[in-house]
């Protein structure tokens, strides 16, 4: 017991020992893609999945929860995104292994096409205002030379393992049965703009806790309820590019903090989950989604977060699950379109 004890001690002492200085240290903002979320079923709950990560898009939203595939699963997703100025595309793929470990890789990618180039030679070679403004051939006629496409990638390599333990609170003299998922993933980033080219290295790591209720308070109907916390950018993420001065942007530290309550209801053939994660990347967010299940053939649900509004819905047929995700936005709204497979 006391070693058990120590090591939750000891486990405690190191994420704070994480956490403080990244957070004293977070610098300028930037790689901003990486923040639209990864998959269809997690946007469609508002990204509070943090505690769930069930499924392969948690190589994103909690590298820890990829153990809990214990099946092959590929993830597909596309996505038009700020009334089609830009596409958004996700492929994750996961793989179990031996001794409760599961490997996953996951490849994002933000594209925007047709940014207009307006060269300035004319500015150049008549650098006078004065002159430029009395003739109309000296200045930029306001229609593009040419254009080009820029493409944000994000590469995740993702490793994950499962425990199983039993907690005794003493009092209660019975064991609290324990699943404990931990796992990270190293990430490369590549940012093209134009001629120019910035890469970066990364790490995460999480963890996530999950318990049956019936076991604290003795109620036998209650469900299961979890914990999971995700730790970005740990140690720093630096995007450097190509650029004569070697200009480097840091990419900001970021933890999601998520709390969920999976609840059956046998009768009914329904399986409910209500889920809250807080994102404190910028100014705290918090982030709201719900799930209903009906027989593992038919999902829908719905988030919140920001003041925006999500909603969606799965069929599954077989080991094949048809993803939708309708998400609100400022710069327009957004519908997401996924596949998983399982085999």
Same mark, same amino acid.
């Given at each position: ?59 994103f ?55 207009? #180039? ?25 229609i ?7 493409? &944000? ?9 499962h ?50 209720l ?5 109620? &036998?109907?209650?469900?299961d ?13 630096t ?39 807080? &994102? ?15 027989k ?11 003041e ?6 799965? #069929? ?28």
């Open positions: 017991m006391r070693s058990e004890k120590r090591v939750w001690s000891i486990l405690l002492i190191v994420i704070s020992l994480i956490l403080i200085p990244q957070i004293c240290l977070a610098g300028k903002y930037t790689g901003d893609f990486m923040y639209i979320g990864a998959g269809v079923r997690a946007l469609g709950m508002g990204g509070a999945v943090a505690s769930i990560a069930d499924d392969a898009s948690a190589i939203w909690n590298p820890a929860g990829v153990s809990q595939i214990r099946k092959t699963e590929l993830e597909v997703m596309h996505a038009f995104l700020y009334e089609n100025l830009a596409y958004y595309d996700n492929v994750s793929i996961c793989q179990p292994l031996p001794n409760e470990v599961t490997i996953g890789l996951n490849w994002t990618r933000l594209t925007i096409p047709d940014i207009p #180039v307006f060269l300035e030679d004319y500015l150049i070679e008549h650098p006078n205002v004065a002159e430029r403004s009395s003739r109309l051939d000296w200045n930029l006629p306001g593009a030379d040419s254009s080009f496409t820029s493409y &944000d990638n994000l590469f995740q390599f993702c490793f994950s393992k425990l199983r333990t039993k907690l005794d609170f003493g009092w209660a003299f019975f064991e609290v049965p324990l699943d404990v998922y931990f796992g990270g993933n190293i990430k490369y980033i590549k940012r093209e703009i134009l001629n120019n080219l910035g890469n970066g290295t990364g790490f995460d790591m999480g963890v996530l806790l999950r318990s049956p019936a076991g604290l308070v003795d109620i &036998d109907w209650l469900g309820f979890s914990i999971g916390l995700n730790m970005q950018n740990i140690g720093g993420t995007i450097t590019w190509d650029t004569e001065s070697q200009n480097q942007d840091e990419v900001l530290f970021n933890t999601k903090l998520g709390f969920s309550l999976e609840q059956p209801l046998p009768r009914q053939h329904l399986n409910l989950i209500l889920a809250m994660n807080t &994102d404190y990347v910028y100014d705290v967010t918090h982030n709201y989604g719900m799930e209903i299940q009906y593992r053939l038919l999902s829908a649900r719905m988030g919140y977060y920001r925006e509004y999500t909603a969606g819905l799965s #069929v599954n047929i077989y080991e094949f699950m048809l993803d939708y995700a309708f998400v609100t936005n400022i710069l327009g709204n957004t519908n997401r379109i996924g596949m998983r497979f399982n085999f």
